[in-house]
């Protein structure tokens, strides 16, 4: 199972991002995909999942609506849209399949990074202030 992320880079505050996750190896539609991210000095936190088989989105209030998780199933990619990006959002962004929880995606959610069986490399996005 491979997972190549993409995408990241150095943007301005309030500049936009798009990241890819190719994956391979792996059955898409049976699997929760999600963006983790790790910022410098403190834990890895998933913040945005998506269902690989019917396509539900699930996010915690936090997010605030500026992130956007998105897949396309015949190519095996999942996408995260970002927007009106803020200093605090500078970090490494790992993308992560798991198994599909019973309970959704909030249950994967609450798993974190223990829910999820394979990683990409991660991709560093850097918001210049």
């Known amino acids: 199972v491979q997972l190549q992320a993409s995408g990241g880079g150095l943007v301005q505050a309030g500049g936009s991002l798009r990241l890819s996750c190719a994956a391979s190896?792996?059955?898409?539609?049976?699997?929760?995909m999600g963006w983790f991210r790790q910022a410098p000095g403190k834990e890895r936190e998933g913040f945005i999942y998506?269902?690989?088989?019917?396509?539900?989105?699930w996010y915690p209030d936090s997010v605030e609506g500026r992130f956007t998780i998105s897949s396309d199933k015949a190519k095996n990619t999942v996408y995260l849209q970002m927007k009106n990006l803020k200093f605090e959002d500078t970090a490494v962004y790992f993308c992560?399949?798991?198994?599909?929880?019973?309970?959704?995606?909030?249950?994967?959610?609450?798993?974190?990074?223990?829910?999820?069986?394979?990683w990409g490399r991660g991709t560093q996005v850097t918001v210049s202030s």
């Open positions: 992560a399949a798991g198994p599909r929880q019973q309970y959704g995606l909030q249950a994967t959610h609450a798993l974190g990074v223990a829910g999820m069986d394979y």
């Open positions: 998506i269902d690989g088989s019917d396509g539900t989105l």
């Open positions: 190896g792996l059955t898409f539609s049976s699997y929760d």
